[in-house]
């Protein structure tokens, strides 16, 4: 009526108040639909902080490898530059230079390597440092169902015992290694490269270097053969500046101790040959024909899986504007991990701390996968299996035997996937052609 009262219309639901909304309607939904990956890691990283304290204040710290780096370190402060003077309570310094300087800093920090709870601590945000970096990594890609992120941190007790109860590197070279792999995703190719090399495969642990023939796939794709030179080039002149010192005093020291590629492993520590009779497990003949599997798997990916079908290997060679096809935008983060993957299937050896390798790759390379059929559940399955694998000490024909079948499950998975055309819909895995650094 004239002149009465104009009843107010509610105001809109405010953004945050319908995604709450959204939220509580698909509540049942949120473990297994990937848009909310976000939301379940972040929840799942405040709960790791919790279970480090517990398990450095409730678990026995195990002495094993971290009084024999502090050795190593402390004779080169003292002034031994020689790799062959070198050594610790477990054998000689076989790390690079990286290794010297990064454990450097941390024996002063925890008192000459004394104070082992702090060093515990690090190694702790070391852990929680890598989640970030993995979790950023599964975020971006949104391939992986959030419920399998408690398989990825909480429930490995292998994991948190190699991180914070025995203070190895390779936990260290593996953080890293993460790091790299963001600034790739970022379209940040020189800076990433230059800290892969700098800080990783020829600086604090060798195992690393598995990633780089996919690394150089993803090099030569992205830029062509004249480009990727100048990448390499900066890799080589970082490792020479690192390892100067020990170049200097006994060049031939540091580069058969540091760059061993064919020292010898255990029997009584492999995880992954242990139905083998120890003499062909020791059997030079038994390591060159791994090496040639592993060398020819890496091929026929390249030029089956991860290669534009139809096109030339030599290619790849080419800058990509004078290619007969544009450049095709790679799935860096699968390239790189099966690249990894192959080589733990082919290993020599596996010891119990080689397991970080790998550890953090498994489901996104599971859910790549191109057999529909492999059901969730059954992934689950073989992500246990393996856990299991690495759990059983010391290991038996059975634990090893069961690892390599899953190993080849995965393996052939991620053989009977597409070809690597382009990234899915969606993704922001591929990462420009341009380098950001440039």
Not at 189 to 206: D, E, H, I, N, P
Not at 220 to 232: A, D, N, Y
Not at 324 to 335: D, E, R, Y
Not at 363 to 384: N, Q, T
Request: hydrophobic fraction near 50%.
């Amino acid at each position: 009526m004239a002149g009465g009262l104009r009843k107010k219309s509610p105001g809109s639901p405010s953004p945050l108040w319908g995604k709450l909304q959204t939220l509580w309607q698909d509540k049942h939904l949120v473990l297994f639909k990937t848009e909310y990956t976000l939301l379940v890691v972040s929840i799942l990283w405040f709960l790791e902080i919790g279970i480090n304290v517990w398990v450095i204040q409730k678990v026995a710290y195990t002495e094993i490898d971290w009084k024999a780096y502090m050795d190593e370190v402390e004779g080169v402060i003292n002034g031994t530059y020689d790799y062959t003077q070198l050594k610790g309570d477990t054998g000689p310094l076989v790390y690079p230079a990286g290794f010297v300087y990064i454990f450097s800093a941390l024996y002063y920090i925890t008192s000459h390597g004394v104070n082992i709870r702090l060093g515990q601590y690090i190694f702790a945000i070391f852990y929680l440092i890598t989640l970030l970096l993995v979790f950023r990594i599964y975020h971006r890609t949104k391939k992986v169902p959030p419920y399998v992120f408690f398989f990825v941190c909480c429930a490995s007790y292998r994991i948190h015992s190699i991180f914070v109860l025995r203070l190895f590197n390779d936990p260290v070279a593996m953080m890293l290694l993460f790091a790299a792999i963001n600034l790739f995703m970022d379209g940040y190719w020189t800076l990433g490269c230059g800290f892969y090399r700098q800080v990783l495969a020829v600086s604090v642990k060798m195992n690393v270097l598995l990633f780089a023939p996919g690394l150089l796939f993803l090099l030569l794709s992205e830029f062509g053969l004249i480009k990727t030179i100048p990448k390499l080039s900066l890799c080589a002149v970082i490792q020479l500046l690192l390892g100067l010192p020990f170049l200097l005093e006994n060049p031939i020291g540091y580069l058969s101790r540091a760059f061993d590629l064919g020292r010898q492993f255990m029997f009584k520590w492999t995880v992954n040959w242990r139905f083998l009779p120890e003499w062909l497990f020791l059997n030079r003949y038994f390591h060159l024909l791994l090496l040639t599997v592993h060398l020819l798997t890496l091929l026929l990916f390249a030029l089956r899986r991860w290669k534009r079908p139809g096109e030339s290997i030599f290619e790849l060679l080419k800058e990509p504007g004078k290619r007969k096809s544009p450049a095709q935008k790679l799935t860096i983060v699968l390239i790189l991990f099966t690249s990894n993957f192959i080589g733990m299937c082919f290993s020599r050896s596996l010891h119990y701390q080689f397991y970080v390798w790998y550890f953090h790759t498994l489901p996104y390379l599971l859910w790549s996968g191109g057999v529909k059929k492999l059901a969730h559940l059954l992934r689950v399955l073989i992500l246990g299996l393996i856990e299991l694998s690495w759990n059983t000490y010391p290991s038996t024909n059975s634990s090893s035997a069961a690892l390599h079948v899953c190993h080849l499950i995965i393996l052939l998975c991620l053989w009977l996937a597409p070809p690597l055309l382009s990234t899915p819909e969606g993704s922001q895995e591929a990462a420009p052609v341009k380098d950001k650094r440039q």
